[in-house]
């Protein structure tokens, strides 16, 4: 769907990611700026991606993995995923994303954290979004603070990254629990 009141460079579409996007995948992923962020390994593998890919497209399977395209091109990708299978846990998912570099600050961020948020408000009546973030990701934390995620707590050497243990941040987003309507019976 094109995405309203995007004035960047080019136009901007958000839709559901496919198996044929999994190059797109490798590509961001596998550039360095963006992988030292994300929690992936190095050298990503387009295979594994077009199975994965493949398999989000079984109506049991409960993520959803959405990418920006502008100009034909696969410019960031976000997706929403089960935080655990405990039925407890139903109402929360934990939220992902990824933009290259030469695409950060122009909005796709924004544009895929903002689909992600309707989807999960208007579609699956989601009381909790979580997500962890690089304690110096300073960028990432700005855009998660923007659309009403709070700190929750740090975890302290968390994750090995380029050789080094770095600390990660607990961040959430709660949401009320979706209006009702009082509709009358016709």
């Not at 920006?68 to 960031?76: M, P």
Request: aromatic share 6%; hydrophobic share 45%; proline share 8%.
């Amino acid at each position: 769907m094109p995405v309203p009141g995007f004035t960047q460079m080019t136009d901007l579409t958000i839709r559901r990611a496919r198996p044929d996007d999994a190059e797109a995948f490798v590509r961001i992923m596998g550039e360095p700026a963006v992988l030292r962020q994300l929690m992936q390994l190095p050298y990503p593998d387009v295979a594994v991606w077009r199975e994965r890919l493949a398999r989000l497209g079984d109506p049991t399977i409960p993520d959803l993995q959405l990418v920006a395209e502008a100009g034909g091109e696969v410019v960031g990708s976000a997706g929403l995923h089960p935080v655990s299978p405990a039925l407890r846990r139903r109402h929360a998912m934990m939220l992902g994303i990824s933009v290259p570099a030469a695409w950060q600050g122009r909005g796709v961020g924004s544009a895929l954290m903002q689909a992600l948020c309707d989807y999960a408000d208007r579609w699956l009546g989601l009381r909790r979004l979580e997500l962890q973030v690089y304690a110096d990701n300073a960028r990432a934390i700005a855009l998660y603070r923007k659309f009403g995620f709070e700190l929750e707590g740090r975890h302290r050497a968390y994750a090995l990254r380029d050789g080094e243990l770095v600390d990660s941040l607990a961040m959430a987003r709660l949401r009320p629990a979706p209006p009702m309507t009082t509709g009358e019976a016709p």
